[in-house]
């Protein structure tokens, strides 16, 4: 059984740094895996992907600030968010899918096979 655990949420003030992390278990090396947020009144929203091919692609929102990666060792991937804004307050999910076609983040917002639990981040200003 496929399982996907975030840990690393909390709560921080303006500027500061959390990083969130996402173990997976029952399931190989993923085609790409990625990070999502959901804050109260918006639409789940793409936050960063990586792709077995060593790619990322990060929402226009947190570029320069966060920094996806992966240790495949661990079998974890990794979300190192910096420069936090209160616009950052939301639950984060990890999502991943080993089917090529899933891996765009709107494909892998939409319709991506594993997700975890979430996380809560809240920035307070």
């Known amino acids: 059984q496929v399982q996907l655990v975030e840990l690393g949420g909390g709560s921080v003030q303006a500027g500061g740094s959390l990083r969130l992390s996402c173990a997976a278990f029952?399931?190989?090396?993923?085609?790409?895996s990625g990070w999502f947020r959901h804050a109260p009144g918006n639409e789940r929203e793409g936050v960063a992907v990586?792709?077995?091919?060593?790619?990322?692609s990060y929402a226009d929102a947190v570029k320069g600030r966060f920094t996806i990666s992966k240790d495949n060792a661990k079998n974890t991937m990794y979300l190192q968010m910096n420069s936090l804004e209160p616009e950052d307050t939301a639950m984060y999910y990890c999502?991943?899918?080993?089917?090529?076609?899933?891996?765009?983040?709107?494909?892998?917002?939409?319709?991506?096979?594993?997700w975890g639990q979430g996380t809560q981040v809240t920035v307070s200003s």
């Open positions: 999502a991943a899918d080993y089917r090529p076609w899933a891996c765009p983040i709107e494909t892998l917002r939409t319709r991506g096979k594993y």
């Open positions: 990586a792709n077995s091919d060593g790619s990322t």
């Open positions: 029952g399931f190989a090396e993923s085609t790409c």
